[in-house]
């Protein structure tokens, strides 16, 4: 099933309107590798080729034909732990850009979750939408 901008229900004026063509761009994206026969790991190392082309277009270290130190800097900056959640070190990255961005965010997590928006009740498909809707605003 193909997946439109025009399929999805408009809630109105909100900020996406000014990003419509990415909005379209992010839809047609999706609908290509949520195909059943694009694994897991394929999808992980498509995002890994956008993100070094992003990186190396913003001026930073240029893996596009240096894996072996990719690979290297990757196991030196998540250094002894032993095994990655990419979920849990997303999460990590976020709350580190967001208190680097304004250090009254707390660097406690109960605090953390105390204080953050009240979206617990939300269907965990809601949350990811909102992730990748922010992500997105960010231009990550």
Do not use: C
């Amino acid at each position: 099933m193909a997946i439109t901008l025009e399929t999805i229900a408009a809630p109105g004026a909100t900020p996406i309107a000014n990003n419509a063509a990415s909005a379209k761009s992010f839809a047609n994206d999706y609908s290509k590798l949520i195909n059943r026969n694009i694994s897991s790991q394929d999808r992980k190392m498509i995002s890994i080729t956008g993100l070094i082309y992003e990186l190396a277009a913003a001026g930073g270290t240029n893996y596009k034909s240096n894996h072996a130190g990719l690979r290297q800097d990757a196991t030196v900056y998540t250094g002894g732990i032993p095994m990655i959640d990419l979920e849990v070190a997303m999460a990590a990255l976020e709350w580190n850009a967001g208190r680097a961005a304004d250090a009254t965010l707390s660097a406690d997590v109960p605090a953390l979750i105390a204080s953050g928006p009240k979206l617990d009740a939300s269907p965990v498909d809601a949350l990811d939408r909102i992730i990748i809707f922010l992500r997105a605003k960010l231009g990550k």
